[in-house]
């Protein structure tokens, strides 16, 4: 049984491999805040939402599907919390009545199995009847589909036969099998039988009915006791390993329910968060021909972190494939570059965009180079860091990707700094690639400005007379000061810029 509540095509995996310098994604975007409101406590919540955002869907028809998806489950939390619960609980067996090995005898993993598939019998019941209840109410092809198939293979006739086979599989009636007697007397070709069930009435079991035939071991004959509990196991072995595979079987299913939609619990978790402070979201169009067209733009993790709502932007690189960010220290510049990448990324799993507007084109993977503080073990330069890990993520980065550069190679001189961000910056946008950068470097801006062939959009951080930030973005060329002070502020800890 396939979910597929969060893609048409494949089940969702929150434990599968994060993608290449996702550390760096989480630690520069901040997400960690946004994973705590998502997960309002729960650490499996805060894994799924993580492994979601972790892994965008690369096509606008996949988001659409989420977003259809959890369309339903905000106009039904009940239903989802509900059906969250089923999954819960029946993964909860393992802990409960699965307090034996899972592996040994095969009469041991055959009782093991049978007690596991007696309890989840009784909560696929539960989901299935559930289900039929809630599917009037759901109009996304996810939730339409799932219900679909839980009425189709879940139905009275399957459950009638799951429960009878399970009754067998006790034997309450004793164990029947066939064997045969090999050319040195040993026993061979053992087969287990099912009893027909015209034999199975009072009167087809008395002695006067048909011959009995019986045994009695000696009370200490041990060597008779292990022959004959090795017959027993030879005859169980085929299937308590069918029993426990239909385990396995079963348990997949519920735990991919549970993360699929423990992913759109999460998503309301932080939708309630947001809503608390008065913070807006969007449906974001992934249709779009645009690079990323967004109104109100704010970052997420600082609105949770502060409270409140920041102060929203306005960007419109129309099919840029390049944004130039410049202007004063503390002017809103990291922070709206945040903002493009979390948006991008809660857009791409699905969710809604913190904006009053937002359209982007779908990216491959989001790869993000920020400056780091110097190595406390002084084994090498700034420099020489930057340049190995934009080294690395050249080797990976693909056409269709996007990359947030904030403040890259800053730490050399204007000249070197600026010739090494242009030479990478060019061939990556030539490429292909979606570059997002913020800037002090006033050569490299204003030789991106120069060149037609790269299409630049340039925003700019206005600094007000008296030293205020506005932190609303203007569109607008790179000023040559760059404000300088600003940046030797940031980097030395002074205040030189706020004094002048």
């Given at each position: 049984?396939?979910?597929?509540?969060?893609?048409?095509?494949?089940d969702?995996?929150?434990?599968?491999?994060?993608?290449?310098f996702?550390?760096?994604?989480?630690?520069d975007?901040q997400?960690d805040?946004l994973?705590?409101a998502?997960?309002d406590g729960d650490?499996f919540?805060?894994t799924?939402a993580r492994?979601a955002?972790?892994?965008?869907?690369p096509t606008a028809?996949?988001?659409?599907?989420?977003?259809?998806?959890l369309a339903?489950?905000?106009?039904h939390?009940a239903a989802?919390?509900?059906l969250y619960e089923i999954s819960?609980?029946a993964?909860s067996?393992?802990?409960g009545?699965?307090?034996?090995?899972a592996?040994?005898r095969?009469?041991s993993v055959?009782?093991r199995?049978?007690?596991?598939l007696?309890?989840?019998?009784d909560q696929?019941?539960?989901?299935?009847?559930?289900s039929?209840a809630f599917?009037?109410?759901?109009?996304s092809?996810?939730?339409r589909?799932l219900?679909?198939?839980?009425a189709?293979?879940l139905?009275?006739?399957?459950m009638?036969?799951l429960?009878?086979?399970?009754?067998?599989?006790g034997?309450?009636?004793?164990?029947m099998?066939?064997?045969?007697v090999g050319p040195?007397?040993e026993v061979?070709?053992?087969v287990?039988?099912?009893?027909?069930d015209?034999?199975r009435?009072?009167?087809s079991?008395?002695a006067?009915?048909?011959p009995?035939?019986?045994?009695?071991?000696p009370e200490?004959?041990?060597?008779?006791?292990?022959a004959?509990s090795?017959?027993?196991?030879?005859?169980?072995g085929e299937?308590a390993?069918?029993?426990?595979?239909s385990v396995?079987?079963?348990?997949?299913?519920f735990r991919v329910?549970?993360a699929?939609?423990?992913f759109?619990l999460?998503?309301g978790?932080l939708d309630?968060?947001?809503?608390?402070?008065?913070a807006p979201t969007?449906?974001?169009?992934?249709e779009?021909?645009?690079?990323?067209?967004?109104?109100?733009?704010?970052d997420?993790?600082?609105?949770?972190?502060?409270?409140?709502?920041p102060?929203g932007?306005?960007?419109?690189?129309?099919?840029?494939?390049?944004?130039i960010?410049t202007g004063a220290?503390?002017g809103g510049?990291?922070t709206l570059?945040r903002a493009?990448?979390?948006?991008?990324?809660?857009m791409q799993?699905?969710m809604?965009?913190?904006?009053t507007?937002?359209?982007?084109?779908?990216?491959?993977?989001?790869?993000?180079h920020?400056?780091r503080?110097?190595?406390e073990?002084l084994?090498r330069?700034k420099?020489?860091e930057e340049?190995?890990?934009?080294e690395?993520i050249?080797?990976?980065i693909?056409p269709g990707?996007?990359?947030?550069?904030?403040?890259?190679?800053?730490?050399t001189t204007?000249?070197?700094?600026?010739?090494?961000?242009?030479?990478?910056?060019?061939?990556?946008?030539?490429?292909?690639?979606?570059?997002?950068s913020v800037?002090?470097?006033?050569d490299?801006a204003?030789?991106?400005?120069g060149?037609?062939?790269l299409?630049?959009v340039f925003?700019?951080?206005p600094?007000?007379e008296s030293g205020e930030?506005?932190y609303?973005l203007?569109?607008?060329p790179?000023?040559?000061?760059s404000?300088g002070?600003?940046?030797?502020?940031?980097?030395?800890g002074t205040?030189?810029a706020?004094?002048?």
């Amino acid at each position: 049984m396939m979910v597929h509540l969060v893609g048409p095509d494949s089940d969702f995996d929150p434990e599968a491999a994060e993608p290449p310098f996702a550390v760096d994604v989480v630690q520069d975007l901040q997400l960690d805040y946004l994973w705590d409101a998502m997960a309002d406590g729960d650490a499996f919540l805060r894994t799924v939402a993580r492994a979601a955002m972790l892994q965008p869907v690369p096509t606008a028809a996949g988001i659409r599907y989420r977003q259809a998806a959890l369309a339903d489950c905000t106009s039904h939390r009940a239903a989802l919390a509900e059906l969250y619960e089923i999954s819960v609980d029946a993964l909860s067996l393992e802990r409960g009545i699965l307090l034996m090995p899972a592996k040994g005898r095969p009469e041991s993993v055959l009782f093991r199995a049978v007690r596991m598939l007696a309890g989840m019998a009784d909560q696929l019941d539960k989901l299935r009847t559930r289900s039929a209840a809630f599917a009037p109410g759901f109009g996304s092809p996810a939730f339409r589909e799932l219900f679909a198939m839980i009425a189709r293979e879940l139905n009275d006739d399957y459950m009638r036969r799951l429960r009878q086979r399970l009754r067998e599989l006790g034997f309450t009636d004793g164990l029947m099998m066939s064997a045969h007697v090999g050319p040195a007397g040993e026993v061979t070709g053992q087969v287990l039988r099912r009893g027909r069930d015209e034999n199975r009435g009072l009167f087809s079991r008395i002695a006067l009915r048909r011959p009995t035939f019986s045994f009695t071991l000696p009370e200490r004959d041990e060597a008779g006791a292990s022959a004959l509990s090795n017959l027993r196991d030879r005859s169980l072995g085929e299937v308590a390993n069918a029993a426990a595979q239909s385990v396995d079987h079963v348990l997949a299913f519920f735990r991919v329910l549970r993360a699929e939609l423990g992913f759109y619990l999460a998503c309301g978790n932080l939708d309630d968060a947001l809503q608390a402070i008065g913070a807006p979201t969007c449906i974001p169009d992934p249709e779009t021909a645009a690079s990323t067209i967004t109104t109100g733009l704010y970052d997420p993790c600082l609105a949770l972190r502060a409270g409140q709502t920041p102060v929203g932007n306005d960007v419109d690189l129309d099919r840029s494939r390049l944004l130039i960010i410049t202007g004063a220290n503390q002017g809103g510049k990291s922070t709206l570059l945040r903002a493009l990448g979390i948006a991008q990324l809660m857009m791409q799993a699905g969710m809604p965009a913190p904006a009053t507007a937002f359209a982007a084109v779908p990216v491959g993977q989001l790869y993000s180079h920020w400056a780091r503080e110097e190595d406390e073990g002084l084994s090498r330069g700034k420099l020489d860091e930057e340049l190995d890990r934009m080294e690395r993520i050249v080797a990976l980065i693909e056409p269709g990707d996007l990359l947030l550069c904030n403040e890259s190679f800053a730490s050399t001189t204007e000249a070197e700094g600026s010739q090494i961000v242009l030479e990478v910056t060019a061939a990556l946008v030539h490429a292909g690639v979606q570059v997002r950068s913020v800037t002090h470097l006033y050569d490299f801006a204003h030789a991106v400005d120069g060149d037609p062939t790269l299409g630049a959009v340039f925003l700019r951080a206005p600094r007000a007379e008296s030293g205020e930030r506005g932190y609303r973005l203007e569109p607008g060329p790179p000023l040559r000061t760059s404000y300088g002070l600003d940046l030797y502020d940031r980097l030395f800890g002074t205040d030189y810029a706020d004094a002048e």
